[in-house]
């Protein structure tokens, strides 16, 4: 490619922006502009500093965890079962190992869980989402179908019966089942966003001066999807967390590494319910709430932002 | 009419079909997945009782069959009413299920029904009031607990109000060496037994009912039918009774019937906690005696009972609204 053909391409790409639609930003600013309802946007906004603070937070933990914690939480102690104080802020567990400590290094494993959960739903869902909605037809038919399942099996059930069935308590296989099974919703979403993309006049014009259909999934439809399956991910990673958390409560977790789920597993069934330290069981589900929280506060505040409508479609 | 009826059958075919998928996805979980049944079933004996038991598990099951033949089977029992026998209980598992699920459907009825009347009120009040501070509450409320994991508030409750406080009991859904039975005191003390887990999954799910109730009536309440209802003189109970709440009851539908299935999940985690002996609990078991015939049992009917849901919640929202189209 000569000079000459490149500038001319760069040109034309620069030309014909307009023509692919409004961008992510244009749609920030329009939705702001086209609704005026300031108090809702005002929630809106507020959630989303809180949501990053939130997690802003949490990822300096994972990050200098190292640095500041005086214990491993793998040092076992002679102190058992030790109530609060200044050395055990949170008390110590059945070994006389540092609730703390554990809590702070459970952070890591609980939101990579979260993060790779994510990345794969989102993959599976985006991609069956772009499928179903751009080519319809029967092949929409029996992907809205097989997604029909997946929404209907309890999705709790789902996880815990396959996960007992690949029988590999690790990182790995947790990560994988939570993935695999929570694409479904994403899925329906991007679908119905793609039909609506589908009939936009940008898509027609493209069209009409004969490209192709991978073309217009690529520099039409997908960058208009993108925001939508943004705000889903951040969701998605919330449900995620929870999700391992819950499995590992129920003693189906990963066994290699240290999650908030596996913490509160430890603190149930050594009943610190009734002989304490309350911290033990009560700290690491409250970190579990606030992380949830802080993404629900992020994705709830983009979705309000983007999208009002489509969630109820 | 004639579209309602096309819809329809449309509809319960597509019911039919995921019912079907069902079926096969959960023969293929547990035959392609890595575990071999046969062994699972088998006592850990010395010697070669346990090779003995295992052939015959083997040949009992049919998994000598390629798996055309197995799949072939496997429909027709179903079909058949004939859900396989639990390894560990030596019961046909619909026995062992019925005596579990009973506490199960009891919980899930009162919390639901708990549920939907003070999260739809609620979500009204928030609705009426946007951008006040009764507003802001709720909403706030309802995104603390929408993010909350159930096992970790049941906890809480028991901790708060069992342990520190001990009005209600720690575990089970009565006290043990009573019998179930339509007395006062029997009675009493199931619903005695209930009262946590109950409002444990009620509060938990209140919070994505309010939350579309709310946003799904602020959406209503700005369309310009609403406006002309002020502008031709009703009151403002009026509008909300005969104009703003029918319309925003669509979404409300399609998310109870949506939420089913998570629901049902917090009844498992919350039977775990308060070691509640409902099918939570079985399921519970079964996973720890790998009890397959159990688990697919349960699987099956949970699918189905969703899929049922579903299809009955489309139907509702057709008859609420007949300009909706359900592709």
């Known amino acids: 490619m000569t000079n000459f053909q490149k500038h001319l391409e760069r040109a034309s790409r620069r030309v014909l922006r307009p023509i692919a639609g409004p961008t ?111 080519w319809g037809g029967w092949r929409d038919e029996a992907i809205m179908r097989f997604n029909d399942v997946f929404l209907s099996i309890p999705w709790l059930v789902l996880m815990m019966v396959i996960v007992a069935l690949f029988n590999a308590r690790n990182l790995f296989a947790v990560v994988f089942v939570i ?46 999807v993108i925001p939508i399956v943004f705000a889903n991910a951040i969701l998605t990673i919330a449900i995620a967390i929870l999700s391992e958390s819950t499995l590992s409560f129920l003693g189906l977790g990963p066994q290699d590494v240290e999650t908030w789920g596996r913490v509160l597993e430890d603190a149930y069934k050594e009943s610190a319910v009734l002989a304490g330290p309350l911290p033990f069981i ?30 109820q479609r | 009419m004639d579209s309602f009826r096309k819809v329809l059958a449309k509809r319960i075919f597509n019911a039919f079909l995921a019912i079907i998928l069902i079926m096969l996805i959960n023969f293929l979980l547990f035959r392609v997945m890595p575990g071999d049944p046969a062994l699972m079933a088998t006592p850990r004996l010395p010697g070669d009782a346990a090779e003995a038991i295992y052939e015959r598990n083997v040949e009992l099951m049919g998994l000598d069959q390629p798996l055309h033949v197995q799949l072939y089977k496997y429909f027709v029992q179903t079909f058949m009413l004939e859900w396989g026998e639990s390894y560990k209980h030596e019961l046909p598992v619909t026995t062992v299920v019925a005596n579990s699920i009973m506490w199960t459907m009891l919980l ?124 031709k003189g009703l009151s403002e109970k009026q509008v909300m009774k005969g104009h703003a709440t029918p319309n925003a009851r669509l979404p409300v539908v399609t998310t109870i019937a949506m939420d089913i299935a998570f629901i049902l999940g917090g009844a498992f985690q919350v039977e775990y906690v308060f070691s509640y002996k409902g099918i939570g609990w079985v399921t519970i078991d079964a996973i720890n005696d790998y009890d397959y015939p159990i688990l697919q049992f349960i699987v099956l009917i949970g699918g189905v009972a969703v899929v049922l849901a579903n299809l009955l919640a489309d139907i509702v929202l057709v008859k609420l609204d007949p300009r909706v189209t359900i592709t």
């Open chain 1, 179 to 224: 993935g695999i099974t929570g694409w479904s919703f994403t899925a329906r979403i991007v679908r119905s966003q793609v039909l609506s993309l589908k009939s936009r006049q940008f898509v027609e014009r493209a069209k009409a001066i004969g490209s192709g259909d991978m073309h217009i999934i690529r520099k039409h439809i997908f960058p208009n």
């Open chain 2, 108 to 231: 899930l009825g009162v919390s639901s029904f708990l549920t939907f009347v003070i999260g739809i009120k609620l979500g009204k009040m928030a609705a009426n009031r946007r951008g006040k501070p009764v507003d802001v509450t709720i909403t706030s409320f309802g995104l603390f607990f929408y993010g909350m994991p159930v096992f970790w508030f049941a906890i809480v409750l028991m901790v708060v109000f069992a342990v520190w406080i001990p009005a209600f009991p720690l575990s089970g859904y009565m006290d043990p060496g009573m019998h179930p039975g339509f007395s006062i005191d029997a009675i009493t003390n199931i619903l005695w037994h209930m009262t946590l887990p109950v409002a444990t999954l009620t509060i938990g799910a209140l919070a994505g009912i309010i939350l579309i109730q709310r946003n799904s009536l602020v959406d209503v309440l700005t369309e310009e039918y609403i406006v002309t209802a002020y502008a």
């Open chain 1, 282 to 311: 009560i700290m690491p589900g409250l970190c579990i709430v606030i992380v949830v929280l802080g993404f629900t506060f992020i994705g709830y505040a983009m979705d309000e932002v983007l999208n009002p409508k489509l969630r």
């Open chain 1, 24 to 134: 992510w930003t244009d749609k920030i600013a329009l939705s702001m502009k086209g609704f005026g309802k300031i108090t809702d946007l005002f929630i809106a906004t507020w959630m989303g500093r809180i949501g990053i603070a939130i997690i802003a937070f949490f990822l300096f933990v994972v990050v200098y965890a190292d640095f500041f914690m005086p214990y491993d939480s793998h040092d076992v102690g002679d102190d058992i079962r030790a109530a609060a104080s200044w050395e055990h802020p949170f008390g110590t567990d059945g070994l006389g190992r540092d609730v703390f400590t554990r809590t702070v290094h459970g952070t890591k494993a609980s939101l990579l869980v979260g993060f790779v959960a994510m990345a794969i739903s989102m993959g599976i869902g985006t991609g069956v989402g772009l499928v179903s909605g751009f």
